[in-house]
């Protein structure tokens, strides 16, 4: 039986990218993905059901800032390192703010991101995205934003990992296999028909992570929302802007929802009611991707198409954007992963050998790629004490 040095659970984002840093770092690596076609509206991949926004300009902290930084650079010479174009561009992001709120309250909270959006008026505001309704905002906060193409991007870091000897198998994890010598060390992977051997395992299941630790007994504070949003097709319409609320109610619900640990473990719960979120992103081929609702549910697998989520999306989006609301388009939902700090698990997990986290980015293309790399150097022998702040152990 062939033997790996890394076997990385999930071919999304994080996992293309950790797989794609692995092999580079000189590493025999297996990807394992659930499925070789991602195109369902419940495909539970979550790039399809990301933005691909890029806030670099978002940090607060030393730590958060030197990650953007890095991502910034990376993201600048990718597509070149990669030989695939990841579509990435730096463009006008409005931070809409509601007609009842005061903007100068507002703004006051990013005073210290890194680069301090600027606050203009609904005309100025208007003119910069003209599909945009004065009546629907007070004003916005406007800065520069990296875009990227998530399938793009994805696809990418893939082909960039093939062609560096790394293998990818289309099939679903069920499970950790343990040393039968010593059962606190894992040395591969189980799925319904066979398992794999590797001397690590990374799981990069994004919002399916949680449920595979709890398979095997291990307790890792890592969380999912449910993510709907709606995809259209190129059309006629065109934005000049990517746009997206100032004040994001899914931060709070991630912090209400990570709170009650316990509750994860009981069947069917709604952690928190289920918030919206209404942002708008127009891909370079014109695509255009809306909504989002979050749901927080124990099960991330809860089907959630007959909850109404759909309309509640176009009602919102309607009166922000009203040319969009009743454009023909495609349904999506996904688990997202998140922590209950905000910032991802990235490390070993505590009190086991041999098995890994790499998931809950809360500004994932920001943050992944260069964290990707890091991590792939510090298993190549070169400590990062950086990480040890993202470390699982941390909780």
């Given at each position: 039986?062939?033997?790996?040095?890394?076997?990385?659970?999930?071919?999304g984002l994080a996992g293309s990218a950790l797989g794609y840093e692995l092999a580079r770092a000189g590493y025999r690596v297996l990807m394992l993905e659930q499925s070789a076609t991602a195109s369902s509206p419940t495909t539970h991949n979550a790039t399809q059901c990301s933005y691909g926004g890029i806030a670099?300009?978002?940090?607060?902290?030393?730590?958060?800032?030197?990650?953007?930084?890095?991502?910034?650079?990376?993201?600048?010479?990718?597509?070149?390192?990669?030989?695939?174009?990841t579509e990435y561009r730096e463009v006008d992001?409005?931070?809409?703010?509601?007609?009842?709120?005061?903007?100068?309250?507002?703004?006051?909270?990013?005073?210290?991101?890194?680069?301090?959006?600027?606050?203009?008026?609904?005309?100025?505001?208007?003119?910069?995205?003209p599909l945009l309704n004065p009546d629907a905002i007070a004003a916005a906060l406007v800065v520069k934003h990296g875009h990227v193409s998530p399938e793009a991007i994805v696809r990418a870091y893939q082909q960039a990992f093939l062609r560096l000897g790394g293998e990818i198998?289309?099939?679903?994890?069920?499970?950790?296999?343990?040393?039968?010598?010593?059962?606190?060390?894992?040395?591969?992977?189980?799925?319904?028909?066979?398992?794999?051997v590797g001397e690590n395992v990374v799981v990069c299941a994004g919002g399916l992570s949680r449920s595979l630790f709890r398979k095997a007994g291990l307790a890792v504070r890592l969380y999912a929302t449910i993510a709907e949003l709606i995809e259209l097709p190129p059309g006629e319409v065109r934005l000049q802007s990517l746009v997206m609320p100032a004040e994001l109610k899914r931060f709070e619900l991630e912090a209400a929802a990570g709170?009650?640990?316990?509750l994860w473990n009981e069947p069917d719960q709604e952690i928190t009611p289920a918030i919206l979120d209404a942002g708008i992103v127009q891909f370079r081929d014109g695509r255009i991707r809306f909504g989002q609702i979050s749901r927080v549910l124990s099960n991330p697998l809860t089907p959630t198409e007959a909850l109404g989520g759909e309309q509640a999306m176009r009602s919102a989006i309607g009166r922000l954007m009203p040319a969009l609301k009743d454009q023909p388009g495609q349904w999506r939902s996904c688990p997202v992963a998140f922590s209950c700090d905000r910032l991802p698990l990235v490390g070993a997990v505590p009190d086991r050998a041999g098995i890994h986290v790499f998931s809950g980015f809360g500004n994932p293309f920001a943050i992944l790629p260069p964290l990707a790399r890091r991590f792939a150097y510090h298993a190549a022998g070169q400590p990062d004490p950086l990480l040890l702040q993202l470390s699982p152990a941390r909780f």
């Open positions: 039986m062939k033997t790996y040095d890394w076997l990385v659970v999930g071919s670099y300009w978002s940090g607060t902290t030393p730590l958060m800032r030197q990650l953007c930084q890095e991502g910034l650079e990376l993201h600048r010479t990718l597509s070149a390192e990669l030989d695939s174009d992001l409005l931070l809409t703010i509601d007609p009842d709120r005061d903007p100068q309250a507002v703004a006051s909270a990013y005073s210290k991101m890194d680069v301090v959006p600027t606050l203009v008026d609904s005309v100025i505001a208007c003119e910069l995205e198998c289309y099939e679903q994890v069920t499970g950790f296999w343990q040393s039968e010598a010593d059962l606190s060390r894992y040395q591969g992977v189980q799925t319904e028909t066979s398992h794999y709170a009650v640990d316990s």
